[in-house]
């Protein structure tokens, strides 16, 4: 049976309007820049709506990403932009790595954990300051070869997505199109697959220790809906800036970081 989250927060009415909102803010991001978005859901938790537990914080944004990548999955499916055979073999191989990386996360001390979140957050941002790669072969196919390129990359990836209670898109997209070959709408699309395996089983191994706030993160769910329609606006407003749009977006990311880091810092 699940245990109750720890350090379990009242939900008053900023708690559940801070929450909502937090939830838009991510939505938002995700449906206009597809990917990066996600990992704004913790510090929100933190420093917006108060959870105190970094853990629960994680725990809880984790869950969050994951519902969020198969809702965005189902699209990209019907679109038949998702490379089936290499999404779940790089899924695959990394879900031990993400219920590694999740337990170990779950021993360390809370504020250790957010500095290295930091650190995590500051190399997605540096990611998408660097113009988006187009090119790829559209009929990459899983092979023997391509196999033993995925598997390795899968297992690093769910580590660093598990440990970080991220959705690790920023490294899955390139992972997938390194080892396949894909370009970039089909490897963007295939790494919600990842995502969403590496989400669930993070968020199911920090649930088993009571660190899921299932209140919150249906606020943050519904905010996201609503910001995920906005975001899909936002992104048609941006068309012809996307480059620039994505790239302000990077520099909000590494002053989140920054900010989170210093907390993180004084509080060892």
Not at 89 to 109: Q, T
Not at 136 to 153: E, Q, V, W
Request: hydrophobic content about 60%; glycine content about 14%.
């Amino acid at each position: 049976m699940e245990s109750p989250p720890r350090s379990v927060i009242e939900l008053t009415p900023y708690v559940i309007a801070a929450a909502l909102a937090s939830g838009a803010i991510v939505g938002v991001f995700l449906g206009a820049f597809g990917g990066g978005g996600s990992v704004l859901a913790a510090p929100l938790l933190l420093y917006v709506v108060g959870v105190a537990d970094p853990h629960v914080a994680i725990g809880t944004s984790a869950a969050a990403v994951a519902a969020t990548a198969l809702f965005s999955l189902a699209g990209h499916w019907r679109g038949g932009r998702v490379k089936w055979p290499c999404a779940l073999m790089f899924g695959g191989a990394g879900l031990a790595g993400s219920i590694i990386g999740s337990s170990l996360a779950k021993a360390v001390d809370g504020n250790a954990l957010l500095l290295a979140f930091a650190v995590a957050m500051a190399a997605i941002g540096v990611s998408m300051l660097q113009p988006p790669a187009s090119t790829g072969d559209p009929d990459a196919r899983l092979s023997p070869s391509i196999a033993a390129k995925l598997t390795p990359l899968g297992l690093g990836t769910g580590l660093a997505s598990g440990f970080f209670g991220i959705g690790g898109g920023f490294l899955i997209v390139p992972g997938l199109m390194l080892a396949s070959g894909m370009p970039l709408a089909n490897a963007a699309a295939s790494s919600l697959v990842s995502v969403a395996i590496f989400g669930s089983a993070t968020s199911a191994n920090y649930a088993l220790s009571g660190l899921v706030d299932a209140r919150l993160l249906g606020l943050l769910l519904v905010g996201g809906l609503a910001g995920g329609v906005l975001g899909i606006w936002v992104a048609r407003l941006l068309a012809k800036r996307a480059l620039l749009a994505r790239r302000l977006f990077a520099v909000l990311i590494l002053i989140v970081a920054v900010y989170v880091g210093w907390q993180a810092w004084l509080g060892l």
